[in-house]
């Protein structure tokens, strides 16, 4: 008997919590096979593996190697369904810059948050890990950005999160840029606390929260 989109979605976020590459890529082709939707693979199965895995981490069941390997699984995956993704068109096309702020080289999840915002129509302009606060102003100023949405994985890091938003107060310029923020640490006391826009604890809500800042 065939597989419901359900059971396909199951089964490719399972493969991502188990850290099954070959399993991920194999499920995804079959569930393009199937004629199902590649964003909602994406999203409502990989990308939900990894939140589980991310929820691992944090009851210390899981461990960065295990993060790691569950990332690897889900990019196995998103190489399947990546190509077969209707990207949307925005016509007042909206500009997110990203990254993980100074002192943190986690970039699992602002990847997924960067992946699944293009889907969704915006430009992406991703300046990596363990990037500087004021690199994150000057590049939201030279391409005009709408959102400058930052992450972090580690507690210590987070008060770089407050310094971009003291940089756009001191440049005269916060009421330009709507600042997101997200990462196992951050919770929507902490954004309220620096100022942020904005928080979501994971990739899904990151592109509902964007689509509620910029209407």
């Known amino acids: 008997m065939a597989k419901t989109k359900e059971e396909y979605l199951e089964e490719l976020s399972n493969a991502v919590v188990e850290m099954e590459e070959d399993d991920a890529a194999e499920i995804a082709r079959e569930y393009i096979d199937e004629g199902h939707d590649a964003y909602e693979g994406i999203s409502y199965g990989l990308v939900d593996g990894m939140n589980k895995a991310g929820e691992l981490f944090e009851e210390e069941e899981y461990f960065i190697p295990e993060l790691l390997a569950c990332s690897d699984a889900m990019n196995r995956g998103i190489e399947v369904l990546s190509p077969h993704i209707e990207r949307q068109e925005i016509k007042d096309e909206k500009i997110i810059v990203i990254g993980v702020v100074q002192g943190d080289t986690h970039d699992i999840g602002k990847n997924l948050v960067a992946l699944l915002e293009e889907v969704a129509g915006y430009k992406i302009v991703d300046l990596g890990k363990d990037v500087p606060p004021r690199a994150f102003v000057d590049k939201a100023e030279e391409v005009g950005a709408d959102i400058i949405a930052l992450s972090t994985l580690m507690t210590t890091t987070m008060p770089r999160m407050k310094e971009v938003i003291d ?49």
């Open 167 to 215: 940089i756009l107060k001191e440049d005269n310029i916060r009421d330009k840029y709507k600042v997101i923020i997200g990462g196992a640490p951050v919770s929507p006391k902490f954004a309220d606390d620096i100022g942020a826009d904005g928080y979501s604890a994971n990739a899904n809500g990151a592109v509902r929260l964007v689509q509620e800042l910029l209407g």
